[in-house]
């Protein structure tokens, strides 16, 4: 019911009456005030007026299933259209692994408020403390093969950049493959992990972690990781951001069905490379080289050419890129 009460108050231009929720809800005035003040507790301001009714007037930065849930109805068709909130998790990239073992449907979505056991790319652990940052994994039941799958994290990559670029103003950029850096540094760290038999996907998890509201980083990384918050001054909102990213996802990944690779956004995507045109270390297993970074081809390949000229793709999955002084 608390869902559906935010999304009336939500898209209601004037006062809903007490009466009329009452009516459709089917219970007494007193259910109605008790959730009332659980909204005012969870952060919304909710003004109520005698003989007109109640009206939300702002919020802070809320993130509860109601919020998700009532802001994602009707937005998307699949992406996120099952979503589970949880304030406490080990991570969203095992739930949404769960979901997919348990047949949970195509879209379904795991957000969470912290995460004690976060998973970041080549083993390492993702720091996720409570009630700055957004962690979510989507669960996909994709029906392409298992080459493709490394392409779909450059459209989530895409999608997310576009969506902060929209809830934000920002220009945030792309580094290869999947990165997100605003200002140099780090805001967004993206984990396809996928489960397969031999020649096709049993589902796939994409889990983005996205400092939004953090005031500082540990030592360690503090000159490679920043928030939306530290570079702006101001505290943003996180359901929204969620909701954006869920919206512009569903649109790529569907055209990315329809077309057999990543020609439809490899333009706009090598727009949003922060090292596009730039030289950068490519750090191999066998050597690491220097060469001039010149866009991802339409399999999301990163093309390069070399000191010598020679030009060759190199594939997200065997090197990482560097900034010739730095991180980017
Ligand atoms: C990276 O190392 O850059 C990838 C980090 C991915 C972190 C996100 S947070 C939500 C999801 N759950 C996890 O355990 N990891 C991903």
């Known amino acids: 019911m608390k869902t559906e009460i935010l999304k009336l108050l939500r898209e209601s231009k004037d006062y809903v009456s007490g009466q009329q929720l009452c009516e459709t809800f089917g219970v007494s005035r007193t259910a109605i005030w008790k959730v009332m003040n659980q909204l005012k507790e969870e952060g919304y301001e909710v003004e109520a007026v005698r003989n ?38 080990d991570s969203t990239n095992l739930k949404a692994k769960q979901f997919g073992e348990e047949g949970a449907p195509h879209g379904t979505l795991a957000v969470a408020d912290m995460q004690t056991a976060g998973r970041g790319r080549r083993g390492r652990g993702w720091d996720s403390p409570a009630g700055s940052s957004i962690y979510m994994s989507i669960m996909l039941r994709p029906k392409f093969p298992p080459v493709k799958a490394p392409m779909l994290t450059i459209v989530m990559a895409y999608s997310v950049a576009r969506a902060l670029c929209t809830c934000t103003g920002l220009d945030v950029q792309i580094k290869w493959p999947n990165d997100i850096i605003l200002n140099g540094k780090k805001i967004v760290g993206i984990l396809t992990e996928m489960s397969t038999e031999i020649d096709y996907i049993n589902h796939i998890v994409i889990g983005v972690g996205i400092n939004v509201n953090m005031e500082s980083f540990p030592e360690e990384i503090v000159e490679k990781a920043t928030s939306l918050r530290i570079e702006t001054g101001e505290i943003q909102k996180r359901a929204p951001i969620v909701v954006e990213i869920m919206s512009e996802f569903e649109t790529w990944y569907e055209a990315f069905e329809q077309s057999e690779d990543l020609s439809f956004l490899q333009d706009d995507y090598n727009q949003l490379l ?32 070399r000191e010598d000229g020679s030009e060759e793709a190199v594939y997200a999955g065997e090197v990482s890129v560097r900034g010739v002084y730095g991180y980017v």
């Open 274 to 305: 922060v090292n596009c045109g730039k030289d950068v270390r490519i750090l191999g297993a066998k050597e690491t080289y220097q060469a001039h970074a010149l866009g991802i081809n339409e399999t999301g390949e990163l093309l390069v050419r």
């Open 52 to 89: 007109r009714g109640y009206r939300i007037v702002g919020s802070t930065d809320v993130m509860t299933q109601e919020e998700l849930s009532s802001l994602l109805d009707g937005r998307t068709k699949w992406a996120g259209q099952h979503v589970f909130y949880y304030d406490e998790i």
